[in-house]
């Protein structure tokens, strides 16, 4: 069965560095999206992605944030100098549809120290 | 943002009886609801859904009720598996929303006890 996958499943790093964190969404969907959660915190979403472009994102998806498909199987998200509140659970999903149920990645353990 | 509100972070059921999870909303533009399902160390799985244009959905096990005048919207699993045992997200989807962008509850710990 396809699945989005996401690496690295855990990545520790400092302060002020610039971290990529990777997904590979299901081959036919159109739509992408990348939602964190903090640690006992509830799902949020982040952006969502279509036709190579940003088409919405949350507050919380600020300047030090930005998203691609390189490739055009790869979608990434970058975060340009990470803050020790950016520590949290990024969850990449893929949806064929924008309006149908999206699918979700295992997530990625960022922890900023 | 407390527009969809799980108030139960745990429940607790025994093997073979009825589960039933709450999840209540106040945006009256949700028009998508959903389900998900989740182990520790795994991202939410799929579970099931239904649109505000129906009361109920059902597959399998799962059943997905849906009251829009009390804005609440209930999952049932009947008979409950000691698999069953996970977190379990409510979400919604806004009609101003053609992203599918979705909108999660804080989510309620189901232990299915054998």
């Known amino acids: 069965e396809p699945e989005v996958t996401q690496t690295p499943s855990h990545q520790v790093t400092q302060m002020g560095q610039e971290v990529i964190l990777r997904c590979v969404p299901i081959s036919n969907h159109l739509y992408f999206y990348w939602y964190r959660q903090i640690l006992g915190q509830k799902v949020e979403f982040l952006v969502s992605?279509?036709?190579?472009?940003?088409?919405?994102k949350s507050e919380i998806f600020d300047d030090q944030f930005s998203v691609e498909r390189p490739d055009g199987s790869n979608f990434t998200l970058k975060i340009r100098s990470t803050k020790l509140e950016d520590s949290a659970m990024y969850f990449c999903?893929?949806?064929?549809?924008?309006?149908?149920?999206?699918?979700f990645g295992q997530g990625t353990r960022l922890t900023v120290v | 943002d407390q527009q969809v509100k799980q108030n139960s972070p745990s429940l607790s059921v025994q093997e073979g009886r009825i589960s039933i999870l709450n999840c209540d909303y106040t945006n009256s533009m949700f028009d998508y609801f959903l389900w998900y399902k989740k182990y520790p160390a795994e991202g939410p799985t799929f579970l099931i859904s239904i649109s505000s244009i129906k009361d109920k959905n059902e597959d399998g096990r799962f059943t997905v009720f849906l009251n829009k005048s009390a804005k609440h919207l209930s999952l049932h699993i009947v008979p409950s598996q000691p698999g069953d045992s996970a977190l379990y997200f409510c979400a919604a989807r806004s009609r101003s929303s053609n992203t599918g962008k979705l909108i999660f509850g804080q989510g309620t710990t189901l232990q299915v006890k054998p």
């Open positions: 992605f279509y036709n190579n472009e940003i088409s919405e």
């Open positions: 999903a893929s949806s064929p549809t924008g309006p149908t149920e999206a699918f």
